[in-house]
C-alpha cells in the first residue's frame, strides 16, 4: 500500500489569503485526486492532478480557485485561492496505482478560514 | 445525476454484536466499490473491496456483500469492538479509474 503525506496537516488563515496544500506518496502511483470534506460531511472531489498538464476539474470546482500541480509521479499541491469563510474544511490528497489497486488517503489537511 | 447513499446515519451496537452497514447505489455501469473506515482527525482508511463480478468478499472479521439486482451494498462487521467507532463510507468507482464517489457516511458507536 501507498503511504501518503500531507503538509500542513491544520492551519488556520485569514481571508483574501491563499494557502497550499502539499502531498507526497512513498511510491510512484498512476493516479492522484484531491477531495473536500465539508465539516460533518462526505468526501466530494474537486479534481485529478494530472502529470505535466493542468488538472481536470469537477463540476462546481475552477482552477482559478483551486490550482492544482503535479510535476511528477510522487508529489502534487492544492492552492486554495483567496479563502473565505465558506472554504474551511479538510482536503485529502488521494492516490492509486495500477488498475485494480484501492485508493489510497492522505491523513488530510484541517483548514478554517476566519 | 446517479448517486451512492446510505440507510443510517448513525448505528449504535454494543461490544460483541455484529454490525451491518448499509448503501445504496444507483449507478448500474458501476464495477469496483470500496468501504472505508474514518477515524476521527484521519483521513480514511482501506477496509475492504469488491468488484461487480463478485456478491461476496470477506476480510479480517469484515464481509462486503454486493447485490446488483437491487443496487445494494453492505458492510458487515463480526464481533464490533471499541477501535470500531468511526464513520463509515461506501465509495463508488465512478467512470474512470481512481475517482470515486462517496456515501453520506455512517457513524457507528460501539458501546460496553
Known amino acids: 500500500s501507498a503511504v501518503i503525506s500531507q503538509k500542513p496537516s491544520r492551519d488556520i488563515c485569514q481571508r483574501g489569503t491563499s494557502l497550499t496544500i502539499q502531498c507526497q506518496v512513498d511510491?510512484?502511483?498512476?493516479?492522484m485526486f484531491w477531495y473536500r470534506q465539508q465539516p460533518g460531511q462526505s468526501l466530494t472531489l474537486i479534481a485529478t492532478?494530472?502529470?505535466?498538464?493542468?488538472?481536470?476539474?469537477e463540476s462546481g470546482f475552477v482552477i482559478d480557485k483551486f490550482p492544482i500541480s503535479r510535476p511528477n509521479l510522487t508529489f502534487s499541491t492544492l492552492t486554495v485561492s483567496n479563502m473565505s469563510p465558506e472554504d474551511s474544511s479538510i482536503y485529502l490528497c488521494?492516490?492509486?496505482?495500477?488498475?485494480?489497486?484501492?485508493?489510497?488517503f492522505g491523513q488530510g489537511t484541517r483548514l478554517t478560514v476566519v | 445525476g446517479e448517486s451512492v447513499g446510505l440507510h443510517l446515519p448513525t448505528l449504535s451496537v454494543q461490544e460483541g454484536d455484529n454490525s451491518i452497514i448499509n448503501c445504496a447505489y444507483s449507478?448500474?455501469?458501476?464495477?469496483?466499490f470500496i468501504w472505508y473506515k474514518q477515524e476521527s482527525g484521519k483521513g480514511p482508511q482501506f477496509i475492504i473491496d469488491?468488484?461487480?463480478?463478485?456478491d461476496k468478499r470477506q476480510g479480517q472479521r469484515v464481509t462486503v456483500l454486493l447485490n446488483k439486482t437491487v443496487k445494494h451494498l453492505s458492510l458487515q462487521i463480526a464481533a464490533t469492538q471499541p477501535g470500531d467507532s468511526a464513520v463509515y463510507f461506501c465509495?463508488?468507482?465512478?467512470?474512470?479509474?481512481?475517482?470515486?464517489?462517496f456515501g453520506a457516511g455512517t457513524q457507528v458507536v460501539v458501546t460496553p
Open positions: 511510491s510512484q502511483v498512476t493516479m
Open positions: 488521494s492516490a492509486t496505482g495500477d488498475l485494480g489497486t484501492e485508493a489510497f
Open positions: 492532478a494530472n502529470q505535466g498538464s493542468e488538472a481536470t476539474y
Open positions: 469488491i468488484r461487480s463480478n463478485m
Open positions: 465509495a463508488e468507482n465512478i467512470i474512470s479509474w481512481g475517482k470515486f464517489q
Open positions: 449507478n448500474s455501469a458501476s464495477d469496483y
